[in-house]
């Protein structure tokens, strides 16, 4: 059964640092592309970043360069998403999600093979 599950979500004042984690299993993790989105109220889901299967090529969401860190660990097949200095328009809820594709497919986010249920940012000003 293929599960990714998200964790490390949560309140943070503008300014502070989160650690997002997406916990996979079920499937053969080192061969995916993967990646974190989010979408916000009323707002339509984006592709923050992704990260290939060997860790080698990223992409990030332009507003996020600078501030977020996407990485990976294979041996405990973990996605991490580090966030420093979030601001109030960080808030949403986040996702990550797996494909046997590219990073430049994968931020499309369309027809990919698995995706987590989320977990909640919320960042107050």
């Known amino acids: 059964q293929v599960q990714l599950v998200e964790s490390g979500g949560g309140l943070v004042q503008s300014g502070g640092s989160l650690r997002l984690a997406c916990a996979a299993s079920?499937?053969?993790?080192?061969?995916?592309?993967i990646g974190w989105f989010r979408q916000a109220p009323g707002k339509e889901r984006e592709a923050v970043s992704c990260i290939n299967s060997s860790g080698g090529s990223t992409y990030y969401l332009d507003s996020i360069k600078g501030r977020f860190t996407i990485s990976r660990d294979n041996a405990k097949t973990t996605l991490y998403l580090q966030m420093n200095n979030l601001k109030p328009e960080d808030t949403a809820v986040y996702y990550c999600a797996a494909d046997l594709s590219t990073p430049a497919w994968l931020r499309v986010g369309l027809g990919l093979d698995y995706w987590g249920q989320g977990t909640q940012v919320t960042v107050s000003s």
């Open positions: 079920g499937f053969t993790f080192d061969a995916y592309t």
